[in-house]
């Protein structure tokens, strides 16, 4: 595989997510946000062609401000300029900021060329949390993609072949293709280009690992033995818990996993852990589940059985076992140390649930 120096993305809709747009423009425009959306889009693309066409120019901006006029006449100003102005701050895709960090470790330069003038790049960038090395605008040329000048400008940044053109637009590849380009079509379900890209993924945490190949010796499977369990966590009373999977300890981004113990007839306080999903597993002993805003509904589980608490559910975990340790393996949705202890009386008598799916009945 060739080696690049310099990986270039398109912005809108490569490293921007514009999925979440109609949800914006719902609140300003109602139920026609999402046919909207796709007419604007493809007038500010028609327009750009138009000006390349008549080899005339006008700044994109005003471009994206003039699609919307032509295919929405009847907007109000105010709301007119409201709605240009959401394409300024829209998000990253989820695994934009982690793919760009993992190719400037591995020696990539990375940078964006973008129909946008370099205001609204550098301010959807900063929104985003993206962050990359340099910056290129259709703007400085006075003309837009496909037009070989525009892709001509990362040659200042690097030679033609070390360079990587990442698009998730079907004609934009087709342009850098025809200008001799190497290219990574990255396929969201639009229109494919007509021209073979260099490379074809889904995403860029996929493109990630082909330019920028992690250290799976240091960055791979990670065993983290019993007698290396940090029990540096947040404790509830009656509860001893020790974390396995981590950040610092696995290197894990998503997830956090552990041991929990409870000793003989033992109950812990009332608590819950935010918006995080927690998962535990009974390994040893039967574990006596309440919860409800007033601990109020109870189930129980042995060995081999699955607890699910969702989030924010006030919940207390109950040793069950008078002469038993009752011991739990528990995997959290995230890495926040979430654990608020609440204030709960835990002497009223429960209501008994029972955990039976449609299949496995009682």
């Given at each position: 595989?060739?080696r690049?120096?310099?990986?270039a993305?398109?912005?809108?809709?490569?490293?921007?997510?514009?999925?979440?747009?109609?949800?914006?423009?719902?609140?300003?425009l109602?139920?026609?946000?999402?046919?909207?959306?796709a007419?604007?889009?493809?007038?500010?693309?028609?327009?750009?062609?138009?000006?390349?066409?008549?080899g005339?120019?006008e700044?994109?901006?005003?471009?994206t401000?003039?699609?919307?006029?032509?295919?929405?006449?009847?907007?109000?100003p105010?709301?007119?300029?409201?709605l240009?102005?959401?394409?300024?701050?829209l998000?990253?895709?989820?695994d934009a900021?982690?793919a760009?960090?993992?190719?400037?470790a591995?020696?990539?330069?990375?940078a964006?060329?973008?129909n946008g003038?370099?205001?609204?790049?550098?301010?959807?960038?900063?929104?985003a949390?993206?962050?990359?090395?340099?910056?290129r605008?259709?703007?400085?040329?006075r003309v837009?993609k496909?037009?070989?000048r525009?892709?001509?400008?990362?040659?200042?940044l690097?030679?033609?072949?070390?360079?990587?053109?990442?698009?998730?637009?079907g004609?934009?590849?087709d342009?850098?293709?025809?200008?001799?380009?190497?290219?990574?079509w990255?396929?969201?379900?639009?229109?494919?280009?007509?021209?073979?890209?260099?490379?074809?993924?889904?995403s860029?945490?996929e493109?990630?690992?082909?330019?920028?190949?992690?250290?799976?010796?240091?960055?791979?499977?990670?065993?983290?033995?019993g007698?290396?369990?940090?029990p540096?966590t947040?404790?509830t009373?009656?509860?001893?818990r020790?974390?396995?999977?981590?950040?610092?300890?696995?290197?894990?981004?998503k997830?956090w996993?552990g041991t929990?113990v409870i000793?003989p007839?033992?109950?812990?306080?009332a608590?819950?852990h935010?918006d995080?999903?927690?998962?535990?597993?009974?390994?040893?002993?039967?574990a006596?589940?309440?919860?409800g805003?007033?601990?109020?509904?109870?189930?129980?589980a042995?060995?081999g059985?699955?607890?699910y608490?969702?989030?924010f559910?006030?919940?207390?975990?109950?040793?069950?076992?008078?002469g038993?340790?009752?011991?739990c393996?528990?995997?959290?949705?995230?890495?926040?140390?979430?654990?608020?202890?609440?204030?709960?009386?835990?002497?009223?008598?429960p209501?008994?649930?029972?955990w039976?799916?449609?299949?496995?009945?009682?």
């Amino acid at each position: 595989m060739a080696r690049y120096s310099l990986v270039a993305f398109d912005l809108y809709g490569t490293v921007i997510d514009l999925t979440g747009l109609p949800s914006r423009l719902s609140g300003l425009l109602g139920g026609e946000a999402v046919s909207l959306l796709a007419d604007w889009r493809r007038m500010q693309l028609e327009l750009t062609w138009e000006l390349n066409e008549r080899g005339e120019y006008e700044a994109f901006d005003r471009v994206t401000a003039r699609a919307l006029a032509r295919v929405a006449p009847e907007i109000e100003p105010h709301v007119h300029a409201r709605l240009v102005d959401q394409w300024l701050t829209l998000p990253a895709y989820p695994d934009a900021v982690a793919a760009l960090e993992q190719m400037s470790a591995a020696g990539l330069r990375t940078a964006v060329l973008s129909n946008g003038t370099r205001p609204m790049i550098e301010c959807v960038l900063q929104a985003a949390g993206a962050v990359v090395d340099s910056v290129r605008s259709a703007d400085q040329v006075r003309v837009y993609k496909t037009d070989p000048r525009v892709y001509a400008m990362l040659d200042e940044l690097a030679p033609c072949g070390e360079t990587l053109y990442v698009s998730a637009n079907g004609w934009d590849i087709d342009g850098a293709v025809r200008d001799g380009r190497a290219t990574c079509w990255i396929d969201r379900g639009s229109a494919p280009p007509g021209l073979a890209p260099t490379f074809h993924v889904h995403s860029l945490a996929e493109l990630a690992v082909i330019v920028a190949p992690p250290d799976w010796k240091a960055r791979g499977v990670r065993v983290v033995r019993g007698g290396e369990l940090d029990p540096n966590t947040p404790q509830t009373p009656g509860m001893n818990r020790a974390a396995a999977i981590t950040t610092a300890s696995a290197g894990a981004r998503k997830l956090w996993a552990g041991t929990v113990v409870i000793q003989p007839d033992a109950r812990t306080g009332a608590h819950h852990h935010g918006d995080l999903e927690s998962v535990l597993y009974v390994v040893r002993g039967r574990a006596r589940m309440r919860w409800g805003d007033h601990l109020e509904h109870a189930a129980e589980a042995g060995p081999g059985d699955f607890i699910y608490v969702p989030p924010f559910v006030p919940h207390q975990e109950i040793n069950a076992q008078p002469g038993e340790e009752l011991e739990c393996v528990v995997i959290r949705s995230g890495q926040d140390p979430v654990v608020v202890n609440l204030d709960l009386p835990t002497d009223e008598p429960p209501d008994e649930v029972r955990w039976i799916d449609p299949i496995h009945r009682q």
